[in-house]
């Protein structure tokens, strides 16, 4: 790992931490009753990951003159909606995976009931963090309720979850694994960068949120695209799970559609396109390392 | 029926239609890839029911001068949470249901995975449809969407399923009961309340709202006590499921604890001090209504 990256690490390392806190303080305390799901919630919740979401949010609130602290609730809120898909996806009429970052998944250990309400509640609960951020006006949070809600739901990520699982039975064409991802993965990826820019008062009409989608678009695309590569080539032990899932469970994934070189170099250069959308603003150099800090992850 | 029940049925279901109406132009067209979980969303929206919930959003917002319009939204997105929790209610993890409202539940029809995310898809939608209100101030749609938030997740009806769960393998008190019944069906309809004062600009520290509250806790807390009655005493065709299932599942409900006829005397009461909560303002009629029709009913 080259010096850039071990910055950018230890900066998404501070984000992520900051994220955590803020999103462990919104619970407060537990009654007896409802400690078990909490509990459920919390496990998923703080059980690492990259934070790349929470990471986008921030950088673009920054990069567009806004506070870290504008940032956060909506930040809090996009890690709730992804942990609790996450915790949906592995669910047994779902993935059925037993695994997930090296430790047992959320029905694994509480059982499949509290995985599913723990899912729902952190959906639910996402949407009023979201709504409370106080460092920005009343319209600014409620534009970013109505893209969460928009991203999440059918016509984002849960449309690429239906996707996926109609890709389980039939092929899919390149040009529908890209739309799968844009929604699965993608729509969330888009909505932090632009609420990253909401927080900062940028107009959802704004230029500058074009380029901020742009990128997103962009760097989302060539993280799956990665993702894709290194259920090939990764290493077991660095990724945490199992390699060759993705043909085993005959996925519609990019290398079924062309060689790895192929994909390394579309990857590059879709993560050089995202780059351009950004260079022009000051401060965009975390971004940029950001892209190929993704491009070139081994995990 | 008499004739002060015919009326408020006629008025519910002309409610109910908005309501649907409203929800069905949200969705505009599908596009092939998410037409089966969009269809399996409206299949459990468009089930029929009594609408209890966007009647009181509808009746509260009248009652304290505000207009039709700025209820809908609201009405539209606590229908739409209602809805999603009952389709994972129905999921074979929770309580494994086939039938509901007379017809097969959502993944009898659409399978598991499909019901399960077309659940999601409906909380994360509502609360997009309930930030959408353009005819209350900013502030008080975000208001809205945190009480939403609030009252449907874990410290609100997700908390009641959970206690539901527990108490299939432990019996509870009466006063845990009436905690799990104020969070499982309760936080949403004491929500409907709120949302329908709110959408007519009263403030949530006003001596209406908690009138409006108080009144919601009452009518909800019958209506379970009365779901109760209706499970041992009810006609199977007209309640449209059979009778007898609580005492079967061992289910911790309100006639565990009492006779039929202290139950009946229960409900009664509570019905009267809800009623009395709202009597003193001009236009309450239908909501005195409302309470006796629902301690009456027969389904």
Redesign the interface.
Known sequence: MNNRYEIIAAEMKKYAEKTEKYIADTFGESDD??K???DA?KYSLFAGGKRIRPYLVFSFCRLFGGDDKAALPFAAAIEM?HT?SLI?DD????DNDDMRRGKPTNHKVYG???A??????L??????????NECV???I??EA??E???A????GM??G???D??GETHTLSLD?IK?LQGLKTGALIRASAKLGALAAGVDIDDDRMRDAVDYADGIGLAFQIKDDILDVLGDEKILGKPIGSDAENSKNTFVKHMSIEEAQTYAKSVTESAKKKIERYDGCENLLTLADYLLERQA
Chains 1, 2 share one sequence.
Request: aromatic letters at 8%.
């Open positions: 009753d409802i078990e799901v909490e919630m909606i609790f949906h669910l047994p009429c779902m499949e009931a509290t599913l309400l723990a899912g729902d509640a959906a639910l609960r996402a949407f009023g963090v979201c709504a409370s006006s009343p319209e949070a409620l309720v109505k969460l809600s928009f999440s739901s059918e016509r849960v449309g979850q239906i996707m699982m109609y529908n739309k």
